[in-house]
């Protein structure tokens, strides 16, 4: 093994300098090329680079010694699969030195707890290092059905910092969601308080949220105020619409309880939205039959906070999950007709 110098050819045109490492040494991972990049060891033109740094036609890369090409293995990475270290870094929308931002896949918990098994996002950060000695930590957390914006901090300054911004209000957080029927304004705000239930809700998600009015708070000392506002983006007759959601304040299941109470369930939410036969004010239950998917229609659609090193406003924008983009072809809705801050018009 030796050090080589080779040189981008113009067959290979422009392209990630990770992505040419890695069709030329298919031994190499994501986190090899990282770190060899971080170190120094790989560069390009005698200078230092980055692994998102592009390469071009006629450019020299220095490679360090590697080992040789070995059978791939479904090894495992601190306890994780192959096959989940793959899911879980293909799930990465934005990366830097600082923070990880996820589209976290419906289904897969934040983190482990009562009747949540052992396979959640934050277990599955040992395979998001990246060439970092320590796994991202979780700075906020979705329902488990819920996919979308999910952000992880790399080191614990940067944890101490979104958390901060987040607990002040300072992120915002715009949810897309289905339900049932049409609400009457099309535009507006919820803010009844919440409070939990006693005995413990379906699938060990915890205990189900009642929700309580603003004026028998008295009533409710352990009821915690909870305000939604929500935008209708398009609806399909009186049947169903595409909602637009802002949770100001960030209490457990409150976009799902905020819903149902107004009488507009999210489809699939069988928890709070009963079946698809009940009529609850003038929805019909959080199921609509036919080919739609029985899955929560619920997805953390973005995410804007100001970045914590770079002082730099960002905004993070997660697609659709596989069951709600098959939804938005059945219905004929474009995500590209519909504004991407609703509530930034009505301020």
Same mark, same amino acid.
């Given at each position: ?5 080779? /040189?981008? @050819?113009?067959?290979? =045109?422009?392209?990630?300098?990770? *992505?040419?490492?890695? !069709? ?22 005698s200078g230092r680079v980055k692994a998102s740094d592009r390469v071009v036609p006629g450019q020299t890369v220095r490679v360090p010694p590697l080992p040789d090409a070995a059978p791939r293995t479904e090894a495992r990475v601190q306890g994780v699969s192959a096959a989940d270290a793959r899911m879980i870094q293909a ?21 482990? =707890? ?18 970092? #000695? ?20 790399? @080191? ?16 915002? *957080? ?16 919820? *803010? ?9 809700? !379906?699938?060990?998600?915890? &205990? ?16 915690? !105020?909870?305000?939604? $506002? ?7 007759? @009186? ?25 507009? +369930?999210?489809?699939? $939410? =069988?928890?709070?939205?009963?079946? &698809? /036969? &009940? ?28 970045? +914590?090193?770079?002082? *730099?406003? %960002? ?8 069951? %709600? ?8 809705? #474009?995500? $590209?007709?519909? +504004? ?6 009505? !301020?």
């Open positions: 093994m030796t050090v080589q110098t080779l /040189t981008v @050819t113009e067959d290979e =045109g422009e392209q990630r300098l990770d *992505k040419w490492l890695r !069709r030329r040494f298919p031994q190499l991972n994501q986190v090899a090329v990282e770190k060899l990049c971080r170190t120094g060891q790989i560069r390009v033109d799930a990465v929308l934005f990366k830097d030195e600082h923070l990880i931002v996820l589209n976290k896949p419906a289904g897969l918990p934040s983190q482990g =707890g009562s009747g949540q098994g052992d396979r959640h996002v934050d277990g599955l950060a040992e395979a998001l290092k990246f060439g970092y #000695k320590d796994k991202p930590k979780l700075v906020h957390r979705l329902d488990k059905d819920t996919s979308g914006v999910l952000m992880l901090a790399r @080191t614990d300054r940067v944890a101490r910092a979104l958390s901060e911004a987040l607990r002040h209000r300072a992120a915002r *957080k715009i949810y897309w969601a289905v339900v049932a029927g049409v609400p009457h304004p099309k535009q507006g705000s919820i *803010k009844f308080a919440l409070e939990k239930a006693p005995g413990r809700g !379906r699938g060990g998600e915890g &205990e189900k949220m009642l929700c309580v009015h603003p004026a028998k708070l008295a009533e409710h000392p352990d009821a915690k !105020r909870a305000h939604t $506002d929500y935008f209708t983006l398009w609806f399909l007759g @009186t049947r169903l619409s595409w909602m637009a959601l802002e949770p100001v304040t960030g209490r457990t299941h409150q976009l799902r309880a905020h819903m149902a109470e107004i009488g507009h +369930p999210i489809l699939g $939410d =069988g928890k709070y939205g009963g079946g &698809e /036969t &009940e009529n609850m004010g003038d929805g019909w239950g959080a199921g609509a039959g036919g080919d739609l998917s029985k899955k929560l229609h619920l997805h953390a659609r973005s995410l804007t906070i100001e970045h +914590p090193i770079l002082k *730099k406003e %960002m905004t993070f924008v997660a697609p659709l999950p596989e069951h %709600m983009a098959r939804t938005w072809k059945l219905l004929d809705w #474009k995500v $590209d007709d519909v +504004p991407a801050d609703p509530f930034e018009v009505i !301020r």
